[in-house]
C-alpha cells in the first residue's frame, strides 16, 4: 500500500478536524440538546421565496444560470451589495466586490494570497476557529491581538521576525463575535486601523454577523471608518467580508470580500485558478430574494434570534453556580461562558453528552495555542424556549457536580 506521507505537504499535518462540524453530526440524535452549531434557524429560511426564484431563473435564464460566468460574479449581486455596503458607511462600487462560496472561502483566499510559511497572523484570543482552521495550511504563526490594550507595533514586528516572518495581517470580528458574542467598541477599531497603518500590514474584517444586531447603538465597520480618514475606498487596507450565510441562507453558499479593487484583482486571479467562479444559479437566486425582501426578512431574525438571547440569559443567570461567567451579546448568535480555572470544557462535553445530553464546543479551539480550556461557547440560534430551559438546568447540574 502507498504510504500518503511520503507526498504530502508539511502543510497538511495543520489541517484538523473542525470540532465544531463534527458536533453539528450529534444534531441527527433527536435526545441531544444542542447549543454547539453556530447555525441558523432552518425553519426562519425563506424557502418559499427561494423556491421561486430558483423556478424564475430556470425559466427565464437558464442559459444564463446554468453556464459558466465571470470570476468576478454576478454583476446585479455585486451591484446590490455595493448598495448595501454604501447604506454602512463603504461606498463603493461593483469593481470593489469579489464573490465568493462563503465567506470562508474568503478567508482560505487571503490567507494563500498573504501568508507564506512562518509569516505571523495578528488574531483574538479567542477568535473564530474557521479562521484558524482557513489560515493553518499556509503554515504561519499566531500572535495575540487585543485591540482594547495591543502591544506596540514593534514588540509584534520583533516577536515575528524571531520567528523567521513578518507579520501580514490582523484578523478580527468586530460584531457579535464568534465565539464571544463581543462587540468592539469605536475606539478600538480605530485602534486597529492606527497599528495597522504603523505596520504597513492588511486588516481582514469578518462581518459574518453584522447584520443580526439586538439592540445598542450600530457601530460603523473598521472599513467605514478607515474611508472616513483615507477618503476612499481604494487607499484602505481593510478587507470587508460578508455572507448570506447568516442573513439568507447557509446552503448557498453565497459570499464576498469587499476592498480596494488593486487586492480585488488579485483575488479574481485566485478564483479563477481555484474553482472559475461560484455558483451562477445562487448567485442570481440570492439576488433576487436579497433584493425582494432583505430587510424585512433580516428583522424578522433579530426578534427571534433576540428573544431566545434573552431567555438564554436568564436561564443562565438562574441555573448555573457561582464562580460562572458569560458574555451579554448585542446581537449574533453566541453567548461565551468561563467556568472555573479548574474545569476543563472539553471534559465537561465527555460527560455532558454520557450523562445530561446537552451538547456545546468546548473553548479550547479558539485559541491559536490551545489555552484557556476552561472555557465555552453556547449558540442560542436553534434552541427553542423549552430547551433553553432545560438544557441549562442539565448544564447547570453538571457544572456543580465538577466543581
Not at 88 to 99: D, H, S, Y
Not at 332 to 351: E, H, I, R, S, Y
Request: net charge negative; proline share 5%; hydrophobic share 45%.
Amino acid at each position: 500500500m502507498m504510504d500518503w506521507n511520503n507526498v504530502l505537504a508539511t502543510r497538511s499535518s495543520r489541517m484538523k478536524a473542525s470540532e465544531i462540524r463534527e458536533l453539528l453530526k450529534l444534531l441527527d440524535q433527536p435526545d441531544i440538546i444542542s447549543f454547539a452549531g453556530g447555525i441558523p434557524d432552518p425553519a426562519l429560511f425563506p424557502a418559499e421565496a427561494f423556491k421561486d426564484a430558483f423556478s424564475d431563473a430556470l425559466t427565464t435564464q437558464a442559459s444564463a444560470a446554468l453556464q459558466y460566468s465571470v470570476s468576478e460574479g454576478y454583476k446585479p449581486l455585486r451591484d446590490w451589495i455595493a448598495g448595501e455596503m454604501g447604506k454602512i458607511g463603504i461606498p463603493c462600487a461593483a469593481e470593489n466586490i469579489l464573490i465568493t462560496s462563503g465567506s470562508q472561502q474568503a478567508l482560505d483566499y487571503l490567507g494563500k494570497l498573504m501568508l507564506s510559511p512562518k509569516d505571523t497572523a495578528l488574531v483574538g484570543w479567542p477568535t473564530y476557529l474557521g479562521a484558524l482552521g482557513a489560515f493553518n495550511a499556509y503554515e504561519p504563526n499566531y500572535d495575540r491581538l487585543d485591540p482594547k490594550g495591543n502591544r506596540a507595533a514593534t514588540d509584534f514586528a520583533a516577536a515575528a521576525e524571531a520567528a523567521g516572518g513578518r507579520v501580514k495581517f490582523a484578523y478580527l470580528s468586530v460584531d457579535f463575535a464568534n465565539p464571544t458574542g463581543e462587540t468592539l467598541d469605536r475606539a478600538a477599531r480605530e485602534a486597529v486601523i492606527d497599528l495597522a497603518d504603523e505596520m504597513d500590514i492588511a486588516i481582514i474584517e469578518d462581518a459574518a454577523y453584522q447584520t443580526l444586531r439586538f439592540d445598542g447603538e450600530p457601530i460603523p465597520p473598521i472599513l467605514a471608518l478607515e474611508i472616513q480618514r483615507k477618503g476612499s475606498i481604494e487607499a484602505c487596507r481593510t478587507l470587508y467580508c460578508g455572507s448570506f450565510s447568516k442573513s439568507l441562507a447557509p446552503g448557498l453558499r453565497v459570499g464576498w470580500i469587499c476592498a480596494a479593487h488593486e487586492i480585488i484583482s488579485r483575488l479574481v486571479l485566485m478564483k479563477q485558478a481555484a474553482d472559475l467562479h461560484s455558483s451562477t444559479v445562487n448567485q442570481i437566486v440570492t439576488h433576487k430574494v436579497a433584493s425582494t425582501m432583505f430587510e424585512p426578512h433580516v428583522a424578522k431574525l433579530r426578534s427571534t434570534y433576540m428573544a431566545r438571547r434573552d431567555h438564554l440569559l436568564a436561564a443562565l443567570a438562574r441555573e448555573m453556580p457561582e464562580g460562572v461567567d458569560w458574555t451579554r451579546p448585542e446581537g449574533g448568535m453566541f453567548v461565551w461562558v468561563t467556568l472555573p480555572k479548574a474545569m476543563d470544557g472539553a471534559d465537561l462535553l465527555a460527560q455532558s453528552l454520557k450523562t445530561e445530553r446537552v451538547a456545546f464546543v468546548p473553548g479550547r479551539a479558539f485559541y491559536a495555542d490551545g489555552s484557556n480550556g476552561n472555557t465555552l461557547r453556547l449558540s442560542f440560534s436553534c434552541a427553542n424556549e423549552p430547551q433553553i430551559d432545560e438544557g441549562m438546568k442539565r448544564l447547570g447540574r453538571l457544572i456543580r457536580a465538577n466543581r
